[in-house]
């Protein structure tokens, strides 16, 4: 079993019926959660929120009806509550020393390469800044063919795209169970899932609260999209008043489990594109590479191939025998305007500053040993 406090990295989702209730935003049990956050992020473990609760929190202050919204006014309470959710976070955070960030997406950002990738580079600046981002759906701008429709789906693919080892799923509900247990009193909790089968997903059932979209079968969803990405997953029922803690001291859940860490996955993942242009290094790169470094612009001496920023290239040395693969940063064109040249020069040449490496090496895997 996977245990919370060996996390290096931690995505939390956190639903609507936890944060909200009848009264408005829960505000004793966002504090509770606070100091979880703050004790995880003590001993050195990057923490990502991903918070339901902009629609329910809007549409109480808008007086709009508990169910049935249409989309527009949806999206109105999105837009009322999101204000209120991120102000709430900032003040329970606050206190600890720790600044937070909201970051707003839709699915649309995960399935297209450059605004995945954008995601990612942000996400990961907060996150060596020390911030704790708070991600939910931008509910304000997003129709049914962009959604996610639920935040199960979203933080796992917030996990994938950080490259987190842990992901919890705050819930109405400890954990998956055999039959459900308010119907079936004979209905056992898995206290571990090795592989999602099909009989695992069978045992998925529908949404229990009136504020919450997610049920059992997008949590068994969010699991396959985790751990295939080598991240491992907990459902657990969040509303205790540290149910972080809770969970650290054997609190009932269920962790289902990867196969391969985040790292590996993610290298074996790219390991299997197809390349869509070629990069040739001079030996000082090539060099380079084999010692971990990422690779920069100038150690490249040609460029073949059409390819946007994200896709995959392969890497040749100097003479022409492939050495790796990688997710390139740049698209054909700019790579070949700032081929061979210093990073000091890309400003003056590309019109913006840019990014230092044409393939950074968490984005890169080496055919050599050193891969």
């Known amino acids: 079993m996977a245990a919370l406090n060996e996390a290096k990295r931690l995505v939390i989702k956190i639903g609507s019926a936890l944060l909200v209730d009848a009264n408005g935003l829960r505000r004793d049990w966002l504090t509770g959660l606070a100091e979880?956050?703050?004790?995880?992020?003590?001993?050195?473990?990057?923490?990502?929120?991903?918070?339901?609760?902009?629609i329910a929190l809007g549409r109480g202050v808008l007086n709009l009806p508990a169910t049935d919204l249409a989309l527009e006014q949806s999206q109105a309470a999105a837009a009322v509550g999101q204000i209120r959710l991120a102000r709430a976070y900032e003040e329970a955070l606050a206190p600890h020393g720790i600044t937070t960030a909201q970051v707003l997406v839709t699915l649309e950002d995960s399935a297209d390469r450059r605004r995945y990738l954008n995601s990612r580079a942000t996400l990961e600046q907060l996150l060596g800044l020390g911030v704790v981002p708070i991600v939910n759906e931008n509910d304000t701008i997003a129709t049914d063919e962009i959604r996610f429709g639920d935040n199960d789906r979203l933080a796992a693919q917030v996990a994938v795209t950080v490259g987190a080892d842990q992901l919890v799923l705050l819930s109405d509900v400890d954990g998956l169970y055999t039959a459900n247990p308010s119907e079936d009193p004979t209905a056992k909790r898995f206290d571990v899932v090795r592989d999602i089968t099909p009989d695992i997903e069978a045992m998925a059932g529908d949404a229990g609260s009136g504020l919450s979209k997610g049920g059992m079968k997008t949590k068994i969803m969010a699991a396959k999209t985790a751990v295939n990405a080598g991240c491992a997953m907990a459902i657990a029922e969040g509303s205790t008043a540290r149910p972080l803690n809770a969970i650290e001291?054997?609190?009932?859940?269920?962790?289902?489990?990867?196969?391969?860490?985040?790292?590996?996955?993610?290298?074996?993942?790219?390991?299997?594109?197809?390349?869509?242009?070629?990069?040739?290094?001079?030996?000082?790169?090539?060099?380079?590479?084999?010692?971990?470094?990422?690779?920069?612009?100038?150690?490249?001496?040609?460029?073949?191939?059409?390819?946007?920023?994200?896709?995959?290239?392969?890497?040749?040395?100097?003479?022409?025998?492939?050495?790796?693969?990688?997710?390139?940063?740049?698209a054909t064109t700019e790579a070949n305007l700032i081929m061979g040249r210093q990073t000091s020069e890309f400003e003056q040449i590309l019109g913006y500053s840019g990014r230092a490496a044409l393939i950074h090496r968490d984005d890169m895997v080496l055919t050599t040993s050193k891969g």
Request: glycine share 14%; proline share 7%.
């Open 36 to 54: 979880d956050v703050a004790h995880i992020k003590s001993r050195g473990t990057d923490v990502v929120l991903v918070s339901s609760g902009s």
């Open 249 to 330: 001291n054997g609190a009932p859940a269920t962790w289902f489990l990867p196969r391969l860490d985040p790292q590996a996955a993610r290298k074996g993942w790219i390991a299997a594109m197809k390349p869509k242009g070629q990069v040739t290094l001079d030996d000082g790169a090539t060099a380079a590479l084999a010692r971990g470094k990422s690779l920069l612009p100038a150690g490249i001496t040609n460029i073949t191939g059409d390819f946007g920023r994200g896709d995959p290239v392969a890497i040749l040395d100097a003479n022409g025998d492939p050495i790796g693969v990688g997710l390139t940063r740049y």
